[in-house]
């Protein structure tokens, strides 16, 4: 059996940190969120690290990329760039003034805050 990706190219592809603090899980359950909402799809970063050539031209053919940082290092969008993919949307959520730390119990309201202002971006323009 060949092994293929299963992901499709989409209007809103969102690509979320996974880190381990509580901003990069915060990062990823936002993209959950914004996914079962409809608004986006969320999609395999590691893929996209991994420069799976199938996955990098999925992404590509999407009408807007949402990178979501959970903190000023910027693997996601590091990544992207690395390659050679134009982010259209950014947020850190660190700079949305949520502190960074190592508590896993997450915040239902700073997961809601973030998925507005994703919202809020994605009503722009681009």
Same mark, same amino acid.
């Given at each position: 059996?060949?092994?293929?990706?299963?992901? *499709?190219? !989409?209007?809103? =592809?969102?690509?979320?940190?996974? +880190?381990?603090?509580?901003?990069? *899980?915060?990062?990823?359950?936002?993209?959950?969120?914004?996914?079962?909402? +409809? =608004?986006?799809?969320? %999609?395999?970063?590691? +893929? /996209?690290?991994?420069?799976?050539?199938?996955?990098? &031209?999925?992404?590509?053919?999407?009408?807007?990329? =949402?990178? /979501?940082?959970?903190?000023?290092? &910027?693997?996601?969008?590091?990544?992207?760039?690395?390659?050679?993919?134009?982010?259209?949307?950014?947020?850190?959520?660190? &700079?949305?003034?949520?502190? @960074? !730390?190592?508590? %896993? @119990?997450?915040?239902? *309201?700073?997961?809601?805050?973030?998925?507005?202002?994703? @919202? *809020?971006?994605?009503? #722009?323009? #681009?």
């Amino acid at each position: 059996m060949a092994k293929e990706c299963l992901c *499709q190219a !989409n209007e809103v =592809v969102i690509l979320p940190c996974s +880190g381990g603090s509580n901003c990069g *899980q915060i990062a990823n359950r936002v993209a959950v969120h914004l996914t079962e909402e +409809g =608004v986006g799809s969320l %999609f395999c970063l590691a +893929g /996209i690290g991994a420069h799976i050539s199938g996955m990098i &031209e999925s992404a590509r053919s999407a009408k807007r990329l =949402v990178a /979501i940082d959970g903190c000023s290092v &910027e693997c996601a969008k590091k990544t992207l760039e690395h390659a050679g993919l134009n982010i259209t949307d950014y947020i850190d959520v660190t &700079e949305e003034g949520i502190a @960074k !730390n190592k508590n %896993f @119990k997450l915040s239902q *309201q700073d997961i809601l805050f973030i998925v507005k202002r994703i @919202k *809020q971006e994605l009503r #722009k323009v #681009k």
